[in-house]
């Protein structure tokens, strides 16, 4: 089935919902004057068939990028509201269609349900607009918070501070600095200003190195034409080092199967990376100098669980590299720590990821956090230690899908080494 057919049924599923939508909150507000009502309907199908014909020409036309935000912001709001207030219209739809079979049981030969019987003495409101009503408060409390998750979550970049203990780590490395900044999504922003604030915030910080762990794009590598100068002004003395995650090979547009766009595609973005300065690791290492010392910097490609593409190599990142005291991994999927490193190579003393994005709302405090991935991955974010290895997570730059945060702010890490 292709993407226009699935775009047609959903409108279609989308559209009787509305259906259901507006005749219950007609007959919750059935007082209403005949001309307040047609002025409620022609502003609620209005809305809604204009949200849909523009979700359509977001996919289809080459809108500007804002105008692509706004519609489809607008549409996961709206979308997202009336699915939690579908339980509540379902509950009170049960809940007569109990009382119209039980008084039929009944032989009562007065078949009007709850919602259509007078209101009792002493009954301020109906069951059926009581339920009504709730529903709308329940699906104004989500609307509210995402919508302040968006004004104001997006782009508050968080600078944390981890101290990250190395027993072997040697002499010279005491004490240096490392940035990690994670899923940026280019293809997400409409804020040029406050993600080059982003990176002011990074560059204040004077690390030594950088660390990007991946997502740089949505889908295509063209999604950096507006961004790619901002990024380009990440440098350290001792370099910034990269890794690909699972959005940047172009599966999700161009499929998993090879071909020339997928490839060129895959290309650009590689030049991209070394346009902007910084050292793309594809299955290998670099071994970091300073003052005679060595340690090692690793990168493979994405290796994820489950659905994700396993593209990385270790056995090839890992070669030539026995003699160096310290390998810190750079590897976009959380998961694979679990799944590979901390089984086959105990020989990486840290693995630093990006990918869950907190999910992009949760709770992250000092003592304690929660989000919903959670539930899906077991090392999501901050900092974990198994034996003597560690991995840090870190919950991204920039958003996908939601174009918001809440409680899972944007995050820039600042690592301290340190020896034991």
């Known amino acids: 089935m292709g993407r226009t057919s699935l775009l047609i049924i959903a409108s279609i599923f989308i559209l009787a919902f509305d259906v259901y939508c507006y005749k219950a909150l007609l007959s919750v507000f059935h007082k209403w004057k005949p001309r307040t009502k047609r002025i409620f309907g022609m502003l609620y199908w209005g809305y809604s068939i204009v949200l849909i014909l523009g979700v359509f020409c977001s996919i289809y036309l080459n809108l500007y990028l804002t105008i692509r935000s706004i519609i489809l912001v607008a549409f996961f709001l709206t979308v997202v509201c009336k699915v939690i207030m579908l339980p509540f219209l379902l509950v009170d739809d049960i ?62 970049y968080r600078v944390r501070r981890q101290q990250l203990v190395l027993p072997n780590l040697p002499r010279a490395f005491d004490g240096i600095t490392m940035a990690q900044i994670s899923d940026v999504h280019s293809g997400s922003f409409y804020n040029r200003k406050a993600v080059n604030g982003g990176i002011d915030l990074l560059l204040a910080e004077k690390p030594d190195f950088v660390f990007f762990t991946g997502d740089l794009v949505n889908n295509v590598a063209t999604e950096m034409r507006d961004y790619q100068d901002i990024f380009a002004r990440v440098k350290a003395p001792l370099g910034v080092y990269s890794s690909l ?44 100098k300073v003052d005679g010392e060595e340690i090692g910097i690793l990168g ?13 190599r270790m056995d090839l990142a890992v070669k030539d590299t026995d003699d160096l005291p310290v390998k810190l991994l750079l590897s976009h999927d959380p998961s694979h720590w679990r799944g590979e490193v901390l089984e086959k190579y105990p020989q990486i003393d840290a693995m630093f990821s990006g990918h869950t994005h907190g999910m992009q709302f949760g709770v992250r405090l ?15 974010a901050g900092l974990y230690r198994e034996k003597h290895q560690q991995l840090y997570v870190n919950v991204g730059y920039g958003f996908l899908g939601y174009p918001g945060r809440v409680g899972m702010l944007p995050e820039i890490t600042i690592f301290e080494l340190k020896r034991a």
């Open 366 to 380: 000092d003592q304690f956090q929660w989000s919903p991935v959670q539930y899906i991955y077991k090392e999501w």
């Open 245 to 288: 995650g699972n959005h940047d090979y172009g599966d999700y547009y161009f499929g998993r199967t090879a071909s020339p766009a997928r490839t060129k595609n895959l290309n650009d973005l590689k030049m991209v990376h070394k346009i902007m300065g910084y050292d793309l690791l594809m299955n290998e290492h670099r071994r970091l």
């Open 95 to 156: 809940r007569r269609g109990g009382i119209k079979l039980w008084r039929y049981a009944r032989k009562n030969k007065t078949l009007s349900t709850a919602n259509e019987a007078p209101v009792h003495s002493g009954e301020p409101i109906s069951r059926s607009a009581f339920l009504v009503k709730t529903g709308l408060v329940a699906a104004a409390i989500p609307l509210s918070s995402l919508s302040w998750g968006i004004i104001s979550g997006a782009y508050d």
């Open 300 to 312: 493979i490609e994405n290796w994820g669980m489950g659905r994700f593409p396993k593209y990385g």
